[in-house]
C-alpha cells in the first residue's frame, strides 16, 4: 500500500472508530485461511502462527482447530482497521466480530 493510501486509512480511520468502534478475532474459530487478508481493502489483516503458549490458552474447539488445520490465525491492526466490515462478511468460521466501544 502506498503512503496515499497509509494516510487515507489513518483518517478514515479515526472518523470510523468514533461510529464503530474495534474488531476482534475469535482465535478459537479462526482456522487461518486468509480469506479476511486477500479483503482487506487497508490491509490491515496478516496470518501469524500461534505459539505454543498461545495454543495452550485456546479452548478445547480451538485446540481441536489447531491440530486439524495448523496454528495460523488472522490478527487485526487496529491502527489499519476501519472496521468497514468487508473481512467479517468473508469469514467462513463468523470468527470476525465487532466490539461498539463507548
Ligand atoms: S478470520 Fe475467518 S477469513 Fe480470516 S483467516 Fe480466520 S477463518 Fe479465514
Ligand atoms: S474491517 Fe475492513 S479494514 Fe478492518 S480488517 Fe476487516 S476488511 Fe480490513
Known amino acids: 500500500m502506498g503512503l496515499k493510501n497509509k494516510l487515507f486509512a489513518k483518517e478514515l480511520d479515526k472518523e470510523l472508530r468514533i461510529k464503530n468502534g474495534i474488531l476482534t ?39 481441536l482447530k489447531v491440530r486439524i488445520k495448523g496454528a495460523n490465525k488472522a490478527f487485526v491492526d487496529d491502527h489499519l482497521c476501519t472496521v468497514c466490515g468487508a473481512c467479517m462478511k468473508t469469514c467462513h468460521e463468523f470468527a470476525i466480530h465487532k466490539v461498539v466501544q463507548d
Not at 32 to 51: H, R
Open 25 to 63: 478475532i475469535d482465535q478459537n474459530s479462526c482456522d487461518g485461511c486468509g480469506v479476511c487478508v486477500q479483503k482487506c481493502p487497508f490491509d490491515a489483516m496478516t496470518i501469524i502462527e500461534l505459539s505454543r503458549e498461545q495454543i495452550e490458552q485456546l479452548s478445547f474447539k480451538g485446540r
